[in-house]
């Protein structure tokens, strides 16, 4: 089946660690995004790339990073620098921009710091 | 830049009862606008969407909406309430011009009563 696939779907991390979330997709889509939710604020956009070998940041970039080296896989990185980390995080994708279809969303990935 | 206001954090009806999400937004363009569904713990899922064909749009599972440019509006309804319906429910939207970029309302959480 296409689809995105997130893992790991929960991850605990001591402060002071870096953790990666990874974020794999078989539908040929050329955008991704990273999103952020926490309850009551809806999704805010962490980082978004439309083609390989390129990214973008969003709204709230600080203390994360991304790379996007192949067209199927979006990697997410929460450094040490990210000081309130934990949350919900939401990896997608679209064919080529968002109004030409629709976000298509993994599962998620909660994070949470000891 | 373009934002989402959904009024009304948690919405409370009775199974067969009117369903009524509002969403105002603003935006200096033309925008596109959507509806998403989450479950528990899971992703996102697209109901509908505006990309400015017929202002009232209809969506999976019975959804639909209507855009008002007058009153900058996009609420979703459904006519009689199922408690398969019970979800968080978010608007977004985005400038034409930059399709890469949603951004989403702070979600409201319906609850279906028996």
């Known amino acids: 089946d296409g689809g995105i696939t997130q893992s790991p779907k929960y991850l605990f991390r001591k402060e002071g660690q870096n953790v990666t979330l990874s974020c794999e997709q078989n539908?040929?889509?050329?955008?991704m995004y990273w999103y952020r939710q926490d309850p009551g604020q809806g999704l805010r956009l962490i980082y978004y790339s439309q083609i390989v070998n390129d990214f973008q940041k969003g709204d709230i970039a600080e203390g994360y990073s991304v790379s996007r080296e192949k067209k199927e896989s979006f990697p997410l990185t929460v450094t040490s620098a990210q000081k309130n980390p934990t949350a919900f995080y939401l990896c997608a994708s679209s064919p080529q921009g968002i109004t030409t279809g629709e976000l298509f969303f993994g599962e998620g990935s909660r994070l949470t710091v000891l | 830049a373009q934002s989402v206001t959904q009024l009304g954090s948690h919405v409370s009806v009775s199974e067969g009862a009117l369903v009524l999400l509002r969403c105002n937004y603003s935006s200096s363009v033309p925008p596109y606008l959507f509806w998403y569904v989450q479950y528990p713990n899971q992703g996102l899922q697209l109901l509908l969407k505006y990309t400015s064909a017929a202002t009232l749009v209809k969506g999976i599972n019975g959804f639909e909406a209507e855009f008002k440019k007058s009153e900058t509006s996009f609420h979703l309804t459904k006519p009689s309430a199922h408690m398969s319906d019970a979800a968080e429910y978010f608007c977004a939207v985005t400038k034409r011009s930059n399709d890469y970029k949603l951004s989403f309302g702070a979600g409201t959480t319906v609850t279906v009563r028996a």
């Open positions: 539908l040929n889509h050329d955008a």
